[in-house]
């Protein structure tokens, strides 16, 4: 997973000033690095037994919050389907409100960064017009340790009912 997040942070642009969206500061038990990832047991390897293609799906999703109210999403997704593996990564960035009393966390993004490669070519590479994604998203959180000691932060995404765990990194 920390490779896939990687690979979507060297295809990330050097950004403008983020906007003056609303944020708020950031409660330093949410600040750092928070990921979440799901990969299928199915494996796939290449008609050449020596080449290994990957699970059958996987997803990794990232958040970087900062002291001063700015985030930073990381999103992958790949796939394996006809023995081409395919990856969708996103890296948005923007502003962010936290109300801890309420535990609820709202992104405002102003800026997305696309890339899809396809059996290891880049199909698509480029910044995401404002009319292609939603700037506002709302979270609900709780936060909590893992059993192996790891900082946990329980996120609910908007309609849906149960929340996904993100690790500290």
């Known amino acids: 997973?920390?490779?896939?997040?990687?690979?979507?942070?060297?295809?990330?642009k050097s950004g403008s000033d983020v906007p003056d969206t609303p944020r708020t500061d950031v409660p330093s038990e949410l600040r750092g690095n928070w990921m979440f990832g799901s990969f299928s047991m199915t494996e796939y390897w290449s008609q050449d037994p020596s080449e290994y293609l990957g699970p059958g799906v996987e997803i990794a999703f990232a958040f970087t919050f900062n002291a001063d109210g700015t985030f930073t999403a990381y999103f992958t997704a790949g796939t394996v389907m006809n023995g081409v593996q395919t990856y969708q990564q996103s890296v948005s960035k923007g502003t962010?409100?936290?109300?801890?009393?309420?535990?609820?966390?709202?992104?405002?993004t102003s800026q997305v960064h696309y890339r899809r490669t396809v059996g290891g070519q880049v199909a698509e590479d480029r910044d995401m017009g404002k009319n292609e994604y939603d700037?506002?998203?709302s979270y609900t959180y709780t936060t909590g340790v893992e059993p192996g000691g790891t900082d946990a932060l329980y996120l609910t995404l908007e309609d849906t009912s149960e929340p996904l765990t993100f690790l500290r990194k």
């Open 1 to 12: 997973m920390i490779a896939l997040i990687s690979a979507m942070v060297s295809c990330s």
């Open 96 to 108: 962010v409100e936290v109300d801890a009393a309420n535990k609820v966390i709202k992104t405002h």
């Open 135 to 137: 700037p506002n998203d």
